[in-house]
């Protein structure tokens, strides 16, 4: 039997083993292997094979990575964290001054929400930009100008202007942060060496954003210059614009990516109306968008308006803002140590624990009038909820064709994102016909709706078929 004759009718047993050792460390299903292609030294024709850890035992697939190119992984990675600080930050930011601002402006529940209307046209602009961005413009050139996009709102906001002005600013926060969104989690969700981990970690500084911002909003929302807020927030924002130029330089994704080691991984060979055709037609992108959308929905609209719920109707004092950092802390803590937990019991099935715990001690919010007990029990549900953004991600990268991964999480998380504005304007609309007593009422509905559309999701990837395109590297597309 010749050497390939024997790999072939080694792969049946082989597979199982690679599928374990997936399992148990933690790192991303493959996404390069195409076993049609395969060649007698394990790699497909052009393509990377099995993205494992460096140090995944009595495998050895991907090669040890030298220590410059390690740093500058580490380098690009705490960038894009930094640029998720920002977007946490922002939303953040919201709820404390939410009160201030009805004060301030002399609007209604109704109007107020208007903010989060704009930010909404903003997300859904930014995710639909980032797909033919991304065929024209450099990796590196979308972040650095979806981060200087930023630098617009909170020029205008920090002067106070009138409230149509300082609505209307929120549509560029919106677009900026869609751009930064998508593209980070694409860029992780590529990633070959600990690409989980690493994935709970990019939305733990997100939730260290949100978690920081309540911090520094709730004291100015109690001074005169409350808008000077946005002076802090135009300093991240410039800081933030300045470290993606640093690092990524305008490159390309795939550029960046090699000069960190990692290999790139398969895309497709159609050009970039086909691969758009295939993401809007796939089934589980969709799925996934729409669980982001309610899922992000759910999270900022806790963090927004349960500041408003404290004070209205547990008869909180100014410090309440206070709550939605203890809400946000433990959406940070969450994604960090309960990674253990995702890892033993399954992340698909810890889902939906997760998911059942949140939902009922939201009615501990709903009907016990204890305030202490309601400020701890929501930072217990921010904790819950912390994990369901990275696990829908590492879902993503687990069913999705990796020809067009990028793309596709790139349009979850810019499509998800729109629900931050969203779900809290619905909230806003209802609470100025029924009282801000609605809110957990439409919690509890909202958090039913992810959790089935986490369920119709498939866990497992779709069965190539004969007329599936083929794969081909980035390397020979390129030549």
């Not at 201030?100 to 046209?121: A, K, P, Q, T, W």
């Not at 991304?134 to 617009?152: C, K, M």
């Not at 990796?402 to 994102?417: D, E, K, V």
Request: hydrophobic share 45%.
């Amino acid at each position: 039997m010749s050497p390939i004759e024997q790999q072939d009718a080694s792969l049946p047993q082989t597979l199982p083993s690679l599928e374990r050792v997936q399992t148990n460390d933690g790192n991303q299903v493959p996404e390069s292997v195409d076993l049609k292609r395969s060649t007698s030294d394990g790699k497909a024709a052009g393509v990377d094979t099995v993205p494992l850890s460096e140090k995944s035992s009595g495998i050895s697939s991907l090669p040890e990575r030298t220590r410059r190119e390690k740093f500058v992984s580490n380098v690009q990675y705490a960038t894009l964290c930094w640029s998720m600080f920002i977007l946490g930050w922002t939303d953040g930011t919201t709820g404390p001054l939410l009160p201030r601002l009805r004060e301030v402006y002399g609007v209604s529940f109704m109007v107020v929400s208007l903010i989060f209307v704009m930010s909404c046209c903003g997300f859904l602009l930014g995710a639909l930009a980032n797909i033919f961005l991304t065929e024209r413009f450099n990796f590196g050139t979308i972040l650095a100008a979806g981060a200087a996009v930023q630098i617009i709102t909170f020029s205008v906001q920090a002067s106070a202007p009138p409230f149509a002005a300082f609505a209307v600013a929120n549509l560029f926060n919106g677009l900026g942060s869609a751009l930064q969104d998508a593209l980070a989690n694409g860029f992780v969700g590529a990633l070959k060496y600990h690409s989980k981990s690493k994935m709970g970690i990019l939305h733990a500084a997100y939730g260290l954003g949100a978690f920081s911002s309540p911090l520094v909003a709730t004291q100015f929302a109690q001074m005169e210059r409350w808008s000077f807020h946005y002076l802090v927030s135009l300093g991240l924002a410039v800081l933030n614009t300045f470290t993606m130029i640093l690092t990524f330089r305008f490159k390309s994704q795939e550029v960046c990516l090699r000069e960190g080691g990692e290999p790139v991984g398969a895309v497709s060979g159609d050009d970039g109306k086909g691969k758009f055709r295939q993401i809007m037609t796939n089934r589980s992108v969709h799925l996934l968008a729409f669980f982001i959308l309610f899922y992000v929905g759910v999270e900022v609209t806790i963090g927004g308006w349960i500041v408003t719920y404290i004070i209205e109707i547990r008869n909180g004092g100014p410090s309440s803002g206070y709550i939605s950092s203890g809400f946000f802390g433990g959406l940070t803590l969450g994604r960090v140590i309960l990674l253990p937990v995702n890892k033993l019991v399954g992340e698909h099935r810890v889902m939906f624990l997760y998911a059942a715990l949140a939902f009922g001690l939201d009615f501990v919010i709903w009907f016990v009038p204890s305030l202490v007990g309601n400020a701890v029990v929501v930072s217990i549900i921010g904790l819950l909820l912390g994990p369901m953004y990275p696990i829908a991600m590492n879902q993503a990268s687990r069913i999705l064709p990796p020809w067009i991964l990028t793309g596709s999480i790139g349009w979850i998380a810019g499509f998800g994102q729109a629900g931050s504005a969203l779900l809290p304007f619905l909230t806003g609309a209802i609470a100025d016909r029924h009282g801000i007593q609605s809110l957990h009422p439409f919690l509890v509905a909202m958090m039913a709706v992810m959790v089935v559309l986490f369920w119709l999701t498939p866990n497992t990837p779709p069965v190539p078929t004969d007329d599936s395109p083929a794969p081909q590297s980035d390397l020979e597309k390129k030549d």
